[in-house]
């Protein structure tokens, strides 16, 4: 019967010990790596533009002072037209961004409550990415009735 016993005794290990083992040698299947769009079978490239498309015109609004002018409207036009085609606000720090299509010439007007209107001209056309500028506002002089 004692040997019985260490007969059971050793089944039981070798199943504990050599499980492990077992396991271990067999490996599952590496996954298939992920499809790109380069793999599937469409003809058409793939093509990734780094930079956004436009112009980039961007800036700051001061007073007369060097105060940021938060809030302040900029509206653009190409230069010859009279219609605004785009539209933004300086932020509480009086910058400005935005984005017009290349290869014209435009006009930038900001406008503020309390001051006069500003404009600067915007060339597009010189086959740069960007043009920085920087308004310097004037306040409205008059007397209030």
Not at 25 to 45: F, I, L, V
Not at 100 to 113: D, F, L, W
Request: charged share 20%.
């Amino acid at each position: 019967m004692f040997i019985r016993h260490q007969q059971i005794i050793l089944a039981i290990v070798l199943l504990l010990v050599g499980a492990p083992c077992a396991l271990a040698q067999e490996s599952p299947a590496p996954p298939a790596p992920p499809q790109t769009p380069a793999d599937s079978s469409s003809s058409k490239p793939v093509t990734r533009s780094r930079a956004p498309v436009g112009f980039l015109v961007h800036g700051t609004v001061f007073d007369q002072v060097g105060y940021a002018v938060p809030g302040a409207e900029l509206h653009v036009r190409r230069t010859g037209e009279k219609k605004f085609h785009w539209s933004t606000y300086a932020n509480s720090r009086g910058e400005f961004a935005m984005r017009v299509p290349p290869g014209n010439q435009y006009e930038v007007v900001v406008q503020s409550k309390g001051f006069s209107d500003a404009t600067q001209p915007v060339n597009a056309a010189d086959g740069l990415d960007e043009q920085s500028l920087v308004f310097r506002m004037e306040p409205i002089t008059g007397r209030k009735k």
